[in-house]
């Protein structure tokens, strides 16, 4: 008999309603729910990559010990001891910051992870904690605590209103949006147009979005910060701006700009003053206007200084916190109240890593210095590693250093589905059950979201073995059996969450919230409940210390005079090489995917791309297999020639590179492609966060020689 379940997708930030119809433990299909509150049938066939992984033979079903003879299974009961045991005595020889955590990016769409996750990180206390944050939103998150007083305090692009949309580094219509949660987007690009609006993009590649969008100029990859220093230099000069009473450096941002010029702004960014000059206009002219910024202006040598400038942008404007601009949220969890509540002051930069000195934010250091921080000794070194939904081996820059890094450790724990490029290298797997075996509710990118809704999903299929929380709670038990947090015994409160489980803690959280709702209410609304649109949020949302806006943090201030210090410096024309992009894939996101039948047997998109004219002076045909050399080792990959590209720019996307003898990921080894972090330096990152620098490496691009016959 055929059933019919709804279900919260969790397998990007889009959050679409789907349906799921199964004939017992069968996926029959998956499809769009169209009464879902928030996505109304919108969804993207990454969606099939849920049945795909609760089918996928590959995926982990009972926990792994490393042995002399290869991986062997073990019972839970087992692998939870033996792991704690040996973490405590790691710890007991050598110290609490022997030991790191590495926790990836889908932890944030499962909300065991999130609920357990700081009690697993807080019994280790240590220093040594890194995730995917750093390949990725850290500055997003480090300019909103500077401006706003919380990472979390991103403002969303309202896009079901506005009616002028800059899109600078990012491509919505294939992610479906990022650090905007808002499903089907493209449809909501071409509603902007078609209610007499505009949409321009700015990016190295005319990608999906720049196709679909009104107008889309070409920028040399990293030189955004030019764009946007001379967007706000122009703002500030052709209109005035009152100091309300919660905004402060007002003054010190004008002063930072007074003397603001770029002589070779045309050469440095391959763009004409007058596209400048066209897109201050319609940031004026249109009502409800959008400054967005994603993962290719956060990933580069200015990714703070950028988020910075777009959000004075938007504030300039009058778009920030106002209807068709930049809004804040209200979700059913105001998750601001749950992570990250220590001092403001002692959040970023309290600490510095060992070996290169990058600053710590929210307890967490840069990823990029993981490596090192295994691979040299001294007091403090790294001894051991958990990783929890991480595969830092392909998804970290200097990858080969990272495979090297692990295989060094006295200790690595991996809570993961697989055995990847990554947990290959663990003395344990501890794998979870597929998501599908879990209930659902999006703690965070409900707070991201561009509508107010909160929809729960229930666990589609009774689950087998544990779930993320199950792991982890079992742990911080066994870790912290003993000791006492507020005068409760650590090993009753975890076995007291445990029996609660993720869903009575959520009711709980729910009614906390400020819309007060219950579990049961929305076990009633299997489609969700619609909270309203955005409203304003300000002042009162503010978490800085003294409740003001800060638009000219000291920080940002400091740095930004020293990109003005090289700004009469003439670029060099002829710089070697060119620089890599990377590209976001419809069908892929984290590396996972890559095993997903469904997903990649018809269209594999790991090429790199070239421009076309490029392309003829190196002498390359289409299909032909190149060499790609960066700073830290040589990759190849099939050549695909366009004019979609700007010269001098190559273009390869994250995540693919899956070799036999590394993984057992055989659907994701027989696709093959390339691994851009194998190329990509782990040295080169931004100045202020720490945050790998993605976008903008040089790199060489050679013919394969052919060997002789
Ligand atoms: S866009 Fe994201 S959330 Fe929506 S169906 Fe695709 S993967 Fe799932």
Redo the contacts with the bound molecule.
């Keep these: 008999m055929l059933t019919s379940k709804t279900r919260?997708?969790?397998?990007?930030?889009?959050?679409?309603g789907?349906e799921l119809e199964l004939s017992g433990q069968d996926i029959k299909s998956i499809k769009?729910d169209p009464d879902d509150v928030f996505?109304k049938g919108?969804?993207?066939?990454?969606?099939q990559?849920l049945k795909d992984l609760y089918q996928d033979p590959d995926r982990l079903r009972k926990p792994l010990k490393k042995t002399a003879q290869g991986f062997q299974e073990i019972p839970w009961e087992q692998a939870l001891d033996e792991v704690a045991e040996r973490i405590v005595k790691l710890q007991s020889q050598h110290g609490k910051a022997s030991i790191a955590t590495y926790t990836g990016n889908p932890n944030v769409h499962n909300l065991g992870a999130m609920l357990a996750l700081p009690m697993l990180l807080r019994a280790l206390k240590s220093p040594h904690r890194y995730s995917a944050t750093s390949v990725d939103q850290l500055p997003h998150m480090l300019i909103a605590h500077l401006m706003f007083g919380h990472s979390l305090m991103l403002p969303i692009a309202d896009v079901d209103r506005a009616n002028y949309m800059l899109i600078i580094g990012a491509n919505p219509v294939v992610s479906?949006g990022s650090l905007l949660t808002a499903?089907g987007l493209s449809s909501k690009l071409k509603q902007i147009q078609k209610r007499g609006g505009k949409v321009t993009v700015i990016d190295p590649r005319y990608t999906e979005t720049a196709s679909q969008a009104t107008e889309h100029h070409f920028i040399k990859p990293g030189k955004d910060i030019y764009l946007l220093a001379a967007i706000v230099k122009g703002l500030l000069t052709s209109t005035t701006h009152k100091q309300a009473p919660h905004i402060k450096g007002l003054d010190i941002l004008m002063d930072a700009f007074g003397d603001y010029e770029d002589p070779h702004f045309e050469a440095r960014t391959g763009m004409s003053p007058e596209i400048v000059d066209r897109i201050i206009h319609d940031l004026h002219f249109y009502e409800g206007a959008i400054c967005y910024g994603r993962m290719g202006v956060s990933t580069q040598e200015h990714g703070s200084l950028c988020q910075w400038l777009i959000n004075v942008i938007n504030f300039l404007t009058g778009n920030l916190d106002s209807a068709g601009g930049v809004m804040f949220t209200d979700p059913a969890i105001d998750i601001l109240n749950y992570i990250s509540r220590g001092a403001h002051h002692k959040k970023f930069a309290r600490r510095k890593t060992r070996v290169r000195g990058l600053p710590s934010f929210e307890g967490e250091f840069p990823v990029a210095a993981l490596a090192e921080e295994i691979l040299t000794s001294g007091e403090g070194q790294i001894k051991g590693l958990i990783s929890i939904a991480g595969n830092p081996a392909l998804s970290t820059p200097n990858g080969e250093q990272m495979r090297s890094a692990l295989d060094k450790l006295d200790l690595f724990v991996a809570i993961d589905y697989y055995i990847t490029e990554s947990s290959a290298h663990a003395d344990y797997i501890l794998p979870p059950c597929s998501p599908l075996e879990r209930s659902h509710y999006d703690l965070v990118f409900n707070a991201l979201a561009i509508r107010n809704t909160a929809r729960f999903s229930e666990a589609t299929f009774k689950k087998q073995g544990k779930e993320d929380f199950d792991i982890i709670l079992e742990l911080w038990k066994r870790l912290d059996h003993g000791s006492k947090f507020q005068n409760f015994k650590i090993g009753a409160i975890a076995q007291g969450m445990i029996w609660l489980g993720p869903e009575r803690i959520l009711d709980g959280m729910l009614r906390r919230g400020p819309h007060k709702l219950t579990l049961k209410r929305l076990r009633e609304n299997p489609h969700g409940i619609d909270l309203g649109a955005l409203t304003p949020q300000l002042p009162d949302k503010l978490r800085t210390p003294d409740k003001k806006l800060d638009l000219a943090p000291e920080v940002l201030i400091k740095q930004f005079s020293q990109v003005k210090a090289q700004l009469q410096k003439e670029p060099n024309p002829t710089a070697d090489g060119f620089q890599l992009i990377g590209r976001r894939n419809l069908r892929s996101?984290n590396s996972w995917m890559h095993n997903c039948q469904s997903l990649h047997l018809k269209k594999r998109d790991f090429h790199v791309l070239v421009n076309e004219d490029d392309g003829a002076a190196l002498g390359l045909s289409n299909g032909q297999t190149v060499r790609v050399s960066g700073a830290v080792g040589s990759i190849e990959a099939p050549v695909r020639l366009t004019d979609k590209i700007m010269k001098g720019v190559v273009s390869m996307p994250h995540g693919w590179g899956h070799q036999e003898g590394r993984s057992k990921l055989k659907q994701a080894i027989a696709m093959g492609g390339a691994n851009i972090n194998q190329i990509l330096s782990d040295q080169e990152v931004e100045p202020v966060s720490g945050n790998a620098i993605l976008n903008g490496q040089r790199v060489h691009v050679s013919a394969l020689e052919l060997s002789q016959p």
């Design positions: 919260v997708c969790n397998l990007c930030e889009a959050t679409c789907l769009a996505s919108a969804y993207c066939p990454k969606s990559g479906n499903a996101n």
